[in-house]
């Protein structure tokens, strides 16, 4: 039988049990998670497994990166089971800390991103989200010192900006992104998609159907505004009340306006009920 990853509780834990893969000259990889863990995590815990000798994957439900309208007390949770899963991964050690761990009593500082993370696109809908993220990932990256850590492409907007926080404040890692894991109809997985009603799960796949026709038709020369416009409406059929569908340029998240000014990245965002999705692609 597989072993069980080592729980860390504590910085001090968490440290004292990486101290010996690093005198062993061993590298480490960071999995940040917020649990409930689906095949999509395992995908960024296989290439954490290719990318390095030891393992970490945090759990943490963040609460500063949840407005007070948002899902924070209904975000799934299922710790034991992500144990389970990380078990059978062959996962070396898990970073979970409570709220009061990370965040002690007089905590009082917060990273306020600019650049991609000010795009009008995540920021515009969840002002708070990037500030929570970027705090939260530094401290992950401080206090397990890795390599080189592993974010999904799902979450385009973050990954960007913690890829510059890593740059700006030199922090001695690699930030790598991964492609999105889909079920068989393109739905992207994600934690959330567990609040999806039947019918609504139904809709979710025109998401990625209207991004893939966008970036067909874009590639193939035709106007981005006009072909942007048609995927808001065709989501909008699918009973989506949509927050955003923008191309930008896939670095910095600036408008473009032409294939010619740069590698573009089509973001996607919209609610069905009461569920609200993300997604992207790159043309
Ligand atoms: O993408 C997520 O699961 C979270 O935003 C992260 C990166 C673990 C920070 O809380």
Redesign the pocket.
Known sequence: MAQRPTVARTVAKLRSLLSPYRARGQSIALV???GALHRGHLALVKEAQRRARRVVV?I???PT?FAPHEDFGSYPRRFAADIEVLTEAKVDMVWAPAAEVMYPDGFATRIAPQGAALAGLEDKFRPH?FG??AT??AK?FTQVSPDVAI??Q??YQ?LRV?TQMAKDLDLPLKVIGLKTVREKDGLALS?RNVYLSELERGHAPALYRTLEECAARIKAGEPIEMVLEEGRAQIALAEFTLDYLEARHALTLAPIASVKDGPIRLLVAAKIGKTRLIDNLGV
Do not use: A, E, I, R
């Open positions: 940040p998670t917020m945090s943490f439900v963040n990166q989200f929570g993220v939260v990932v992950l974010f999904g799902k979450d973050q913690v934690s």
